[in-house]
């Protein structure tokens, strides 16, 4: 019993995955169904702007929404987080494919943002 309950915990959410582990998981998966003879970094930016695409279609016709998304279904809302989360997926993918640490790159790239564009004095 208190397997099926540490089970069922684990599947609600996972807390603070890293972008290195998420990258692991992807490697894994695609070495499994033996799919990395198609990650190239051309196939998996196509593959990206794709999803991509697909995540437009969600906001296409409605406007401005507010923050939290507050007058959207719940089912809107589990469609937007899979096609957030297909983007992630392949962006994360083909970083790694590239060889570039993009937790690294990125935090490197919030500091440059920060010098270029330095808050207003008030």
């Known amino acids: 019993m208190e397997e099926i309950e540490e ?6 959410k996972v807390v603070d ?3 290195k582990d998420l990258a692991k998981k992807l490697e ?3 070495k499994a169904r033996d799919w990395e003879k198609y990650h190239s970094p051309r196939n ?3 593959a990206m702007v794709g999803e991509v695409g697909e995540l437009s279609e969600i906001f296409q016709w409605r ?12 089912s809107d809302k589990e469609h937007l987080a899979e096609e957030l989360s297909d983007v992630l997926q392949y962006l994360i993918r083909l970083s790694d ?8 790159a990125a935090t490197k790239k919030i500091v ?3 010098v270029k564009y330095p808050p207003k004095a008030c």
């Open 17 to 19: 995955i890293s972008l």
């Open 7 to 12: 089970i069922s915990v684990a599947e609600q």
């Open 63 to 74: 406007g401005e929404v507010g923050k939290g998304l507050p007058d959207w279904e719940e």
């Open 44 to 46: 998996l930016l196509l």
């Open 28 to 30: 894994e998966f695609a």
């Open 112 to 114: 440059k943002n920060a």
């Open 97 to 104: 494919i590239c060889g570039i640490d993009l937790g690294d």
